[in-house]
Antibody
Framework: QVQLLESGPGLVEPSETLSLTCTVPADSISLYYWSWIRQPPGKGLEWIGNTFYTGNINYNPSLKSRVTILVDTSRNHFSLRLSSVTAADTAIYYC???????????WGQGTLVTVSS | DIQMTQSPSSLSASVGDRVTITCRASQTISTYLVWYQQKSGRAPKLLIYAASNLQSGVPSRFSGSGSGSEFTLTISSLQPEDFATYYCQHSYSAPYAFGQGTKLEIK
Protein backbone atom coordinates (compact mmCIF):
# COMPACT_ATOMS: atom_id res chain seq x y z
CA GLN A 1 0.00 0.00 0.00
CA VAL A 2 1.37 3.39 -1.02
CA GLN A 3 0.09 6.28 1.09
CA LEU A 4 -0.06 9.75 -0.41
CA LEU A 5 -0.39 12.78 1.84
CA GLU A 6 -1.55 16.07 0.45
CA SER A 7 -0.89 19.40 2.09
CA GLY A 8 -1.64 23.02 1.31
CA PRO A 9 -4.08 25.84 2.05
CA GLY A 10 -7.78 25.30 1.67
CA LEU A 11 -8.53 28.93 0.81
CA VAL A 12 -6.94 30.99 -1.96
CA GLU A 13 -7.85 34.51 -3.01
CA PRO A 14 -8.88 35.23 -6.61
CA SER A 15 -5.96 36.02 -8.95
CA GLU A 16 -3.50 34.39 -6.53
CA THR A 17 -1.63 31.09 -6.95
CA LEU A 18 -2.88 27.77 -5.60
CA SER A 19 -0.07 25.60 -4.21
CA LEU A 20 -0.37 21.99 -3.06
CA THR A 21 2.17 19.31 -2.20
CA CYS A 22 1.83 15.53 -2.22
CA THR A 23 4.28 13.50 -0.16
CA VAL A 24 4.90 9.89 -1.15
CA PRO A 25 6.99 7.06 0.32
CA ALA A 26 10.66 7.37 -0.58
CA ASP A 27 10.84 3.87 -2.00
CA SER A 28 8.01 4.50 -4.44
CA ILE A 29 8.84 7.87 -5.99
CA SER A 30 10.72 6.35 -8.93
CA LEU A 31 8.10 3.66 -9.59
CA TYR A 32 5.18 5.72 -10.87
CA TYR A 33 4.13 8.80 -12.69
CA TRP A 34 2.56 11.22 -10.19
CA SER A 35 -0.64 12.98 -11.15
CA TRP A 36 -2.90 15.79 -10.06
CA ILE A 37 -6.65 15.51 -10.62
CA ARG A 38 -9.41 17.88 -9.57
CA GLN A 39 -13.15 17.65 -9.04
CA PRO A 40 -15.37 20.74 -8.72
CA PRO A 41 -18.14 20.29 -6.16
CA GLY A 42 -20.81 17.96 -7.55
CA LYS A 43 -19.01 17.52 -10.86
CA GLY A 44 -16.71 15.04 -12.60
CA LEU A 45 -12.99 14.39 -12.57
CA GLU A 46 -10.46 16.45 -14.53
CA TRP A 47 -6.88 15.31 -15.09
CA ILE A 48 -4.53 18.27 -14.56
CA GLY A 49 -1.14 16.79 -15.34
CA ASN A 50 1.58 14.41 -14.21
CA THR A 51 5.31 14.10 -13.69
CA PHE A 52 7.93 11.38 -13.46
CA TYR A 53 10.90 11.40 -11.06
CA THR A 54 13.17 12.27 -13.99
CA GLY A 55 11.32 15.56 -14.36
CA ASN A 56 9.30 14.57 -17.43
CA ILE A 57 5.97 16.43 -17.26
CA ASN A 58 2.63 16.27 -19.07
CA TYR A 59 -0.08 18.92 -18.75
CA ASN A 60 -3.73 19.18 -19.69
CA PRO A 61 -3.75 21.75 -22.52
CA SER A 62 -6.83 23.37 -21.01
CA LEU A 63 -4.77 24.42 -17.97
CA LYS A 64 -1.24 24.39 -19.35
CA SER A 65 -0.76 28.16 -19.37
CA ARG A 66 -1.43 28.35 -15.62
CA VAL A 67 -0.08 25.05 -14.24
CA THR A 68 3.33 24.01 -12.96
CA ILE A 69 4.00 20.51 -11.63
CA LEU A 70 7.36 19.75 -10.07
CA VAL A 71 8.90 16.69 -8.43
CA ASP A 72 11.47 16.86 -5.64
CA THR A 73 13.03 13.46 -5.10
CA SER A 74 15.14 14.69 -2.18
CA ARG A 75 11.95 15.47 -0.26
CA ASN A 76 9.87 12.62 -1.70
CA HIS A 77 7.16 14.93 -2.89
CA PHE A 78 5.65 16.52 -5.95
CA SER A 79 3.79 19.78 -6.16
CA LEU A 80 1.08 21.65 -8.03
CA ARG A 81 0.95 25.36 -8.67
CA LEU A 82 -2.04 26.92 -10.42
CA SER A 83 -1.77 30.62 -11.08
CA SER A 84 -4.39 33.35 -11.56
CA VAL A 85 -7.14 31.33 -9.92
CA THR A 86 -10.82 32.18 -10.15
CA ALA A 87 -13.94 30.75 -8.54
CA ALA A 88 -14.01 28.17 -11.35
CA ASP A 89 -10.88 26.62 -9.85
CA THR A 90 -12.71 25.78 -6.62
CA ALA A 91 -12.48 22.00 -6.38
CA ILE A 92 -11.24 19.00 -4.48
CA TYR A 93 -7.68 18.43 -5.64
CA TYR A 94 -6.31 14.89 -5.56
CA CYS A 95 -2.83 13.53 -6.08
CA UNK A 96 -2.43 9.98 -7.36
CA UNK A 97 0.08 7.47 -8.63
CA UNK A 98 -0.24 6.64 -12.31
CA UNK A 99 0.99 3.94 -14.64
CA UNK A 100 0.05 3.79 -18.29
CA UNK A 101 -1.44 0.31 -18.18
CA UNK A 102 -2.44 0.02 -14.52
CA UNK A 103 -4.09 3.43 -14.15
CA UNK A 104 -4.23 5.43 -10.94
CA UNK A 105 -3.95 2.92 -8.12
CA UNK A 106 -3.10 5.07 -5.12
CA TRP A 107 -4.81 8.35 -4.26
CA GLY A 108 -4.35 11.09 -1.71
CA GLN A 109 -7.15 12.03 0.63
CA GLY A 110 -8.16 15.05 -1.45
CA THR A 111 -7.92 18.71 -0.51
CA LEU A 112 -10.84 21.07 -0.95
CA VAL A 113 -9.48 24.35 -2.24
CA THR A 114 -11.91 27.25 -2.27
CA VAL A 115 -11.15 30.37 -4.27
CA SER A 116 -12.71 33.30 -2.48
CA SER A 117 -11.84 36.68 -1.04
CA ASP B 1 -6.99 15.20 -27.57
CA ILE B 2 -8.98 12.04 -26.93
CA GLN B 3 -12.47 12.56 -25.52
CA MET B 4 -14.32 9.97 -23.46
CA THR B 5 -18.11 9.63 -23.45
CA GLN B 6 -19.97 7.50 -20.96
CA SER B 7 -23.55 6.31 -21.13
CA PRO B 8 -25.87 6.47 -19.41
CA SER B 9 -25.16 9.51 -17.22
CA SER B 10 -27.34 8.02 -14.53
CA LEU B 11 -28.90 4.66 -13.90
CA SER B 12 -31.45 3.34 -11.41
CA ALA B 13 -31.24 -0.33 -10.53
CA SER B 14 -32.11 -2.79 -7.79
CA VAL B 15 -29.96 -5.05 -5.66
CA GLY B 16 -29.28 -8.20 -7.64
CA ASP B 17 -29.61 -6.54 -11.04
CA ARG B 18 -27.04 -6.86 -13.78
CA VAL B 19 -25.92 -3.46 -15.06
CA THR B 20 -23.71 -2.33 -17.89
CA ILE B 21 -22.05 1.04 -18.39
CA THR B 22 -20.56 2.02 -21.74
CA CYS B 23 -17.55 4.21 -22.44
CA ARG B 24 -16.56 5.39 -25.90
CA ALA B 25 -13.30 7.02 -26.94
CA SER B 26 -13.13 9.59 -29.72
CA GLN B 27 -10.33 7.56 -31.33
CA THR B 28 -8.85 4.12 -30.92
CA ILE B 29 -7.02 3.59 -27.63
CA SER B 30 -6.30 -0.15 -27.84
CA THR B 31 -7.00 -1.41 -24.31
CA TYR B 32 -5.65 1.64 -22.46
CA LEU B 33 -8.85 2.05 -20.50
CA VAL B 34 -9.39 2.20 -16.74
CA TRP B 35 -12.57 2.15 -14.63
CA TYR B 36 -12.97 3.81 -11.22
CA GLN B 37 -15.67 3.79 -8.57
CA GLN B 38 -16.23 6.87 -6.45
CA LYS B 39 -18.41 7.07 -3.38
CA SER B 40 -19.54 10.36 -1.91
CA GLY B 41 -16.77 12.21 -0.11
CA ARG B 42 -14.11 9.65 -1.07
CA ALA B 43 -11.27 9.47 -3.55
CA PRO B 44 -11.90 7.31 -6.62
CA LYS B 45 -11.05 3.63 -6.35
CA LEU B 46 -9.45 1.68 -9.18
CA LEU B 47 -11.64 -1.23 -10.32
CA ILE B 48 -10.46 -2.35 -13.76
CA TYR B 49 -7.28 -1.60 -15.69
CA ALA B 50 -6.22 -2.39 -19.24
CA ALA B 51 -9.92 -2.63 -20.13
CA SER B 52 -10.52 -6.05 -18.58
CA ASN B 53 -8.11 -6.69 -15.72
CA LEU B 54 -9.64 -6.78 -12.26
CA GLN B 55 -7.69 -4.80 -9.68
CA SER B 56 -6.58 -6.84 -6.69
CA GLY B 57 -9.25 -6.94 -4.00
CA VAL B 58 -12.13 -5.93 -6.27
CA PRO B 59 -15.07 -8.38 -6.21
CA SER B 60 -15.43 -10.67 -9.20
CA ARG B 61 -18.94 -9.39 -9.92
CA PHE B 62 -17.17 -6.47 -11.62
CA SER B 63 -15.88 -7.07 -15.14
CA GLY B 64 -14.67 -4.99 -18.05
CA SER B 65 -14.46 -5.61 -21.74
CA GLY B 66 -13.71 -3.90 -25.03
CA SER B 67 -10.89 -2.64 -27.15
CA GLY B 68 -10.34 0.03 -29.74
CA SER B 69 -12.89 2.71 -28.95
CA GLU B 70 -15.80 1.00 -27.17
CA PHE B 71 -15.70 -0.42 -23.68
CA THR B 72 -18.12 -1.72 -21.07
CA LEU B 73 -18.16 -2.13 -17.31
CA THR B 74 -20.54 -4.80 -16.06
CA ILE B 75 -21.68 -5.51 -12.53
CA SER B 76 -23.20 -8.97 -12.58
CA SER B 77 -25.31 -8.76 -9.43
CA LEU B 78 -25.58 -5.39 -7.75
CA GLN B 79 -24.84 -5.20 -4.07
CA PRO B 80 -25.84 -2.32 -1.77
CA GLU B 81 -22.25 -1.10 -1.59
CA ASP B 82 -22.04 -0.75 -5.39
CA PHE B 83 -24.27 2.30 -5.55
CA ALA B 84 -21.77 5.00 -6.47
CA THR B 85 -20.49 6.99 -9.44
CA TYR B 86 -18.35 5.23 -12.03
CA TYR B 87 -15.77 6.85 -14.30
CA CYS B 88 -13.78 5.60 -17.23
CA GLN B 89 -10.42 7.12 -18.14
CA HIS B 90 -8.09 6.46 -21.05
CA SER B 91 -4.37 6.05 -20.47
CA TYR B 92 -3.32 6.05 -24.13
CA SER B 93 -1.57 9.42 -24.29
CA ALA B 94 -1.67 12.71 -22.41
CA PRO B 95 -4.02 14.38 -21.64
CA TYR B 96 -5.63 11.39 -19.88
CA ALA B 97 -9.28 12.37 -20.02
CA PHE B 98 -12.06 10.93 -17.87
CA GLY B 99 -15.59 10.22 -18.93
CA GLN B 100 -18.26 12.41 -17.39
CA GLY B 101 -19.32 9.71 -14.95
CA THR B 102 -22.31 7.40 -14.48
CA LYS B 103 -24.26 7.74 -11.23
CA LEU B 104 -25.72 4.41 -10.17
CA GLU B 105 -28.69 4.85 -7.86
CA ILE B 106 -30.99 2.54 -5.99
CA LYS B 107 -34.37 2.00 -7.63
Amino acid sequence: QVQLLESGPGLVEPSETLSLTCTVPADSISLYYWSWIRQPPGKGLEWIGNTFYTGNINYNPSLKSRVTILVDTSRNHFSLRLSSVTAADTAIYYCASQRRTEGMEYWGQGTLVTVSS
Amino acid sequence: DIQMTQSPSSLSASVGDRVTITCRASQTISTYLVWYQQKSGRAPKLLIYAASNLQSGVPSRFSGSGSGSEFTLTISSLQPEDFATYYCQHSYSAPYAFGQGTKLEIK
